[in-house]
């Protein structure tokens, strides 16, 4: 075995099943392993990094922030905070934002604005709201968040959970009108599951669910943590449906693939519940990220990534359709954010990512039977029709086991 791998096998937690690639610089869509062997990026990190690895503008970015001012904790204002907020509230058009680190503490400070909305707004009383999410949802790994999961090992042995969440099928907005009651806080959805297996639900679902929370004075919470800034086609995936969530939360891609970054955007209602010392975080809103994901939003809307999600996306998605192969069950994707559903009576998805990484292509599986597809935003052309050509000779018959 790689003694690298073995090392890190031996003091690191084995909550994860890596590919066994050592990696050790990037650059765009590439990586490069310690054998000087060069991948195709197909993962982007879960699309924490759509901008491409290293990406010029956002390293000098975060070396000319390092070199001035990085921490100073929300105990002081910053001359960073303010700008990077304002362009993401005029992007996404809320109206105010908290800034966090992680994907899943932005969704818990979703999750306490609702809450103490329903107290302090609608009259629900303390210790009794409720929280709608999703069946086959990913929110993160908090332990309340695990509350909200249906997958039995995200629970398994981290209980109890907090009080007061449910779910509902996903794509099914009946069912989201059924389970709310007059405690309903709020509804959580991501536009498109993208743990869940780049899921997409039913077309006008999302616009029904907006049209059903107004009705019954429950906020919408969009989680666009994976979906949003390009991912899909559009800044943001609820753009397809026209919809304008009460409060969205933005993570990964938000670090400009540098550091992590996110934050909890919502309109001036629902924002207005917190009060100094109602919730904080010591990182969150540093300098040094503020200045990391402004000029990771400023290159979103110069490259215009999401439009180049767009039609590449297309572009790739019609080339998938076209590969004839037993293994594959169903292509499905929006933008660049393409799941290839295996048909597990062939192959495994960890056996096709495999393969495709021994031919120089790094993807991952989600869950057994999901290969996810969603490289940087920006790849090239060719590096997507070489691409398609490594797919085609792994999932043609004969292929997988080279
Ligand atoms: C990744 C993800 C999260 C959690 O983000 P972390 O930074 O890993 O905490 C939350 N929601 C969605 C939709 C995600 O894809």
Known sequence: ??????????????????????????????????????????????????????????VNALVEQARTLNIVSRAFHSDRLGEFLARACRLTGQDMALPMNTGAEAVETAMKAARKWAWQVKGVPDGEQEIIACAGNFHGRTIAICGLSTEQQYRAGFGPFPPGLKTVPYGDAAALEAAITPRTAAFLVEPIQGEGGIVIPPAGYLAACAEICRRHDVMLIADEVQTGLGRTGKLLACEHEGVKPDGLVLGKALGGGVLPVSMFLARRELMAVFRPGDHGSTFGGNPLAAAVGLEALQVLEDEDLAGQSASKGAWLLEELHRIDSPLVREVRGRGLFIGIEIDPAQASAREVVLALMARGLLSKETHATVVRLAPPLAIPMELLEWAVAQLRAVLTEGGLRP
Do not use: F, K
Request: proline share 9%; charged share 20%.
């Open 1 to 58: 075995m790689h003694p690298l791998i073995e090392l890190e096998g031996r003091h690191c937690a084995q909550n994860y099943h890596p590919l066994p690639v050592v990696l050790v610089r990037g650059d765009g869509p590439y990586v490069w392993d310690d054998q000087g062997r060069r991948y195709l990026d197909m993962m982007s990190a879960y699309s924490a990094v759509s901008h491409g690895h290293a990406h010029p503008r956002i």
